[in-house]
């Protein structure tokens, strides 16, 4: 018996490795493929903006499947319904890409605080006598932002090729009202005098789009909080019953009522989903140079 299964699995070994080699490369749809190619891409850039150095796509993927399959576990063994595990896997993940998604905005703010005192820096050197923007850029690399110091120090060390160093630092920030500064120097001739009032003009526009951008924004947090709060109470009051072993949910243990019950789930997820994305913010569009 034991020679027979030595065989067969020595047989079964051979097999896989000549499909392996043997075997055309299987061919993904083009409608499967391109869902997941942008839901990696959404995963890198969410992992790239925290500024986390420990964090990246795949670690963010595995803390995600994670939370999902132990919030799965934990609602399965407190109601004893299986189909409960679903919505409690999606909330798992959920709350781990909250916190990230946390951490990116408050990034985003820092970056952009940086840009309007980095404006504000700019307009009161040249005031004050800097001789060129190319001196006061110089100033920034030194005493600027935090966030932007290392920026400004690359763009003042480069005394040739500055316009690509400045596409280099947009690249890389990737904040639109950052763009803004960077046109308003790559436009204009470095000469400090007639560079004031567009500064000036300059940090009142970056000013005014914050505010506008901020108070959207929690606006639509406000309504997305509202959202969550409107589609968790079903599943809430669910737990709260199966805590107390209530017998009105006798019904979802049966394979028909599991079923009602997961439609119903998929209903509430489909509304969900569709109210997340009429609360959706195009945001400041980025400021494209052809010739930076």
């Given at each position: 018996m034991?020679?027979?299964?030595?065989?067969?699995?020595?047989?079964?070994?051979?097999?896989?490795?000549?499909l392996a080699v043997?075997?055309?490369?299987?061919?993904?749809?083009?409608?499967?493929?391109?869902?997941?190619?942008?839901?990696?891409?959404?995963?890198?850039?969410?992992?790239?903006g925290t500024g986390w150095a420990w964090l990246d796509g795949p670690t963010l993927v595995a803390g995600e499947c994670c939370a999902a399959l132990a919030a799965a576990v934990t609602a399965t063994a407190m109601t004893g319904l299986v189909v409960?595990?679903?919505?409690?896997?999606?909330?798992?993940?959920?709350?781990?890409?909250?916190?990230v998604t946390a951490r990116l905005r408050a990034q985003q703010v820092m970056r952009q605080d940086a840009v309007l005192e980095a404006t504000r820096m700019l307009r009161q050197l040249l005031e004050t006598g800097a001789?060129?923007?190319?001196?006061?850029?110089?100033?920034?690399?030194?005493?600027?932002?935090?966030?932007?110091?290392?920026?400004?120090?690359?763009?003042?060390a480069r005394s040739i090729g500055r316009r690509q160093a400045w596409k280099e630092a947009r690249e890389r920030i990737g904040e639109p009202l950052f763009d803004m500064l960077?046109?308003?120097?790559?436009?204009q001739r470095p000469g400090g005098g007639e560079l004031v009032p567009l500064f000036a003009d300059l940090e009142s526009s970056v000013t005014t789009a914050q505010e506008?951008?901020?108070?959207?924004?929690?606006?639509q947090a406000q309504a997305r909080s509202a959202s969550t709060i409107i589609v968790a109470l079903p599943i809430a009051f669910l737990?709260?019953?199966?805590?107390?072993?209530?017998?009105?949910?006798?019904?979802?243990?049966?394979?028909?009522?599991s079923a009602f019950l997961l439609a119903m789930l998929g209903v509430m997820a489909a509304g969900y989903a569709w109210m997340r994305r009429l609360l959706e913010l195009p945001g400041l569009q980025r400021v494209r140079l052809t010739d930076a």
């Open positions: 034991i020679e027979t299964a030595a065989a067969l699995s020595a047989g079964l070994g051979v097999l896989a490795a000549i043997g075997a055309p490369a299987p061919v993904v749809p083009a409608w499967l493929w391109r869902p997941l190619a942008r839901w990696w891409s959404r995963q890198l850039s969410l992992s790239a409960l595990a679903v919505p409690a896997a999606a909330g798992g993940a959920s709350a781990v890409r909250a916190v001789p060129s923007v190319n001196q006061a850029i110089a100033v920034l690399a030194e005493r600027g932002p935090v966030p932007l110091r290392g920026e400004f120090r690359l763009i003042a960077a046109a308003a120097v790559l436009i506008v951008e901020r108070e959207a924004r929690a606006l737990l709260i019953l199966s805590t107390f072993h209530s017998p009105y949910l006798d019904a979802f243990h049966q394979p028909t009522g």
